[in-house]
């Protein structure tokens, strides 16, 4: 059976969902399917995950196509690229004709799955891992009301209701489907995102991240790692430590960058928060020493982003095995779920909330959670098989 991948992005970089494509494309290689990759291309000479070196050129073909990557605030030079991209990838199958499609996430999906249906003719599994333009609307960055919305949700709607299959990363992002664009919720499958699980921290006397910021004695770290963007909710973070000055044994990290980064600098100096240290990006070979160098991760959204996305890193904070206190909706299922296991979850907009649960923690009257239970969710090598088994069974 011949598979063809459309990637949203490129093994040229370290992406968010690196691993996971990886992953995905490998379970197929290692089930017989002979698939034809189809990425974005940055460098003069591609790069491409050392495990798929045996399969190139015989079970994995990979078509490259130039690209050149946008500002991040420049949205419609994006969004235009990504439209060329797509229709290119579209040409490309066209040409090698695929038995079967896997599409990876994106805001300009309804191109790919129409082609998909009237020109190749072919069945296609919408993989959806961030919901548009719920989460900009979630985020307060667009308005129901306005015309991108509307044009949004009706392209994404029909990417939805015509692709053969669909899986997402969360329930709570499911619900968000069926509720919001009337999909059938049997269409759906739930597949949760997993972690680095090739990556593993060093002893801590050899740990990178605390060699390049030493940690104090008796000194309880709360790490925040990811993008600083504006649907991540770093600023409750920030409230938190204005109020935890007074702590001087507890100090916050904020790990990583992106176009909400300076507004976020500016508070701490303007509430002089002498407690938090901006860290910058750290090298992704590096993830599980991060996270296992924090004594609490924290990992926090805006109010009502749970349902149109999760975060990646939650998987990589449980292989840690270290105290997690995620701040998402509390109605939510993935809040649910963290409590179920033991963990602490605080809404979204109560910095208050979340200070107490630090210090529960830190004075060690909570306990870590069950985390075998909680990464069951999570687990490679079971959610790798669902992919392979959704393709084989459209």
Same mark, same amino acid.
């Given at each position: 059976?011949? $598979?063809?991948? $459309?990637?949203? +992005? ?16 490998? /379970? ?28 190139? +050129? &015989? ?116 619900? &968000?489907? $069926?509720?919001?664009? /009337? ?50 909710? %770093? ?44 860290? +910058? ?5 590096? $993830? ?14 805006? /109010? ?28 939510? /299922? ?26 529960? %923690? ?6 870590? +959670? ?25």
């Amino acid at each position: 059976m011949k $598979v063809a991948v $459309v990637s949203i +992005g490129s093994f040229d970089t370290q992406y968010s969902d690196y691993h996971i494509m990886r992953d995905i494309i490998l /379970g197929m290689l290692e089930r017989g399917f002979d698939v034809t990759l189809i990425q974005k291309q940055y460098l003069d000479i591609p790069r491409y995950p050392e495990s798929f070196r045996k399969y190139l +050129g &015989t079970k994995l073909k990979v078509k490259n196509i130039r690209f050149e990557k946008k500002a991040k605030a420049d949205l419609k030079a994006r969004y235009l690229a990504d439209l060329f991209y797509y229709h290119k990838a579209c040409k490309l199958m066209k040409k090698d004709l695929p038995d079967k499609i896997f599409l990876q996430s994106n805001n300009t999906a309804f191109i790919t799955v129409w082609y998909a249906k009237h020109i190749l003719k072919r069945p296609i599994l919408y993989n959806e891992q961030d919901i548009f333009p719920e989460n900009a609307l979630f985020a307060g960055i667009l308005n129901s009301n306005s015309l991108i919305y509307k044009v949004a949700h009706a392209l994404q709607k029909y990417a939805y209701k015509n692709a053969n299959a669909l899986s997402t990363i969360s329930d709570d992002m499911k619900k &968000t489907i $069926v509720n919001r664009f /009337g999909i059938d919720k049997d269409k759906i499958k739930v597949i949760y995102n997993w972690g680095h699980e090739e990556l593993r921290a060093n002893p801590l006397s050899e740990n990178v991240f605390l060699k390049r910021f030493p940690k104090k004695d008796e000194e309880t770290r709360v790490v925040y790692a990811g993008n600083l963007g504006k649907m991540q909710n %770093v600023e409750l973070i920030l409230q938190t430590a204005a109020r935890m000055k007074e702590y001087k044994d507890i100090s916050f990290y904020i790990v990583g960058s992106g176009v909400n980064e300076e507004n976020l600098k500016k508070y701490a100096r303007e509430h002089e928060l002498g407690n938090m240290k901006f860290v +910058g990006m750290q090298p992704p070979e590096d $993830v599980a020493d991060l996270y296992q160098a924090a004594d609490i991760n924290v990992i926090p959204l805006q /109010g009502g982003l749970i349902y149109a996305a999760l975060p990646s890193k939650t998987a990589d904070c449980l292989i840690a095995h270290k105290p997690i206190i995620t701040c998402v909706d509390e109605e939510s /299922g993935f809040a649910d779920i963290v409590k179920k296991f033991g963990f602490i979850n605080t809404s979204p907009e109560n910095p208050d909330a979340l200070k107490n649960a630090i210090i529960q %923690v830190a004075e060690k009257k909570r306990k870590m +959670g069950d985390f075998s239970l909680l990464h069951a969710l999570f687990d490679r090598d079971k959610n790798v098989t669902k992919y392979c088994d959704m393709i084989e069974k459209m």
